[in-house]
Every structure is written in structure tokens, then in C-alpha cells.
């Protein structure tokens, strides 16, 4: 079972840039689907974005054109790189993963089985 840890977060203006990262450890990292998720105070935990171990890339509309996730297998990395940031990405930015995800399910949270602890992201207007 693979461990997660997130970094990166931290405050930035409107229209700044943020690059996240997750570092896992134990498990074959390659084989695992790894997906971004956030979540608002008194909102649910939404979808960001995702990556497949072929480095198929999925992106929610919100975030689409100013965000790119990667990742580096033989750092055991994936990272999120947020370009434009606005006050509404304000959150708890977690990294998750699993290796059974299906690609019709990996925008949903519960089909990962490993999560970070987060990282808080504020965008300040």
C-alpha cells in the first residue's frame, strides 16, 4: 500500500501560480491512478484532477486551460501546477490513489483508497 504525502501549498495573490506535489512511498507507484482533490470550508471535496499510469491526463472544467497535473515515476511524484489562480480555488488540496480506479470513475473521490494528509491552498483577492 502506497503512502501519500502533499506539499506545496501556501498563500498567493489573485492570478498567481502554485505547484503542488505527492510523494508517495511503498507500493509500485507506477501502477496507480493518482487524482487531486480540494475541499472548501462547508463544501463538499470535488474533483480536480487525475492521472493514469500511462499519463492520461483528466481535468475538471473548473480548472481546465490553468492547471496541469504530471507526474514523475522515478521520483515517485505527481504534481499539480496551478497557473491563474483565483479566490475560488481556495482549499484543502489532497492527493489520492488507488489502483482499480475505472476511467468512468476517476472523478469521484470515493474510488480511491489512499489519501495525503493535505495541503491548504488561499488564494487571496
Known amino acids: 500500500q502506497v503512502q501519500l504525502v502533499e506539499s506545496g501549498g501556501g498563500l498567493v495573490q489573485d492570478g498567481g501560480s502554485l505547484r503542488l506535489s505527492c510523494v508517495a512511498s511503498?507500493?509500485?507507484?507506477?501502477?496507480?491512478?493518482i487524482g487531486w482533490f480540494r475541499q472548501a470550508p462547508g463544501k463538499e471535496r470535488e474533483f480536480v484532477a487525475a492521472?493514469?499510469?500511462?499519463?492520461?491526463?483528466y481535468y475538471a472544467e473548473s480548472v481546465k486551460g490553468r492547471f496541469t497535473i504530471s507526474r514523475d515515476n522515478a521520483k515517485n511524484t505527481v504534481y499539480l501546477q496551478m497557473n491563474s489562480l483565483k479566490p475560488d480555488d481556495t482549499a484543502l488540496y489532497y492527493c489520492?490513489?488507488?489502483?482499480?480506479?475505472?476511467?468512468?470513475?476517476?472523478?469521484?473521490?470515493?474510488?480511491?483508497?489512499?489519501w495525503g494528509q493535505g495541503t491548504q491552498v488561499t488564494v487571496s483577492s
Open positions: 489520492a490513489g488507488d489502483t482499480g480506479v475505472i476511467l468512468s470513475s476517476i472523478r469521484m473521490h470515493r474510488m480511491y483508497d489512499t
Open positions: 511503498g507500493g509500485t507507484f507506477r501502477q496507480y491512478t
Open positions: 492521472i493514469r499510469w500511462n499519463s492520461h491526463t
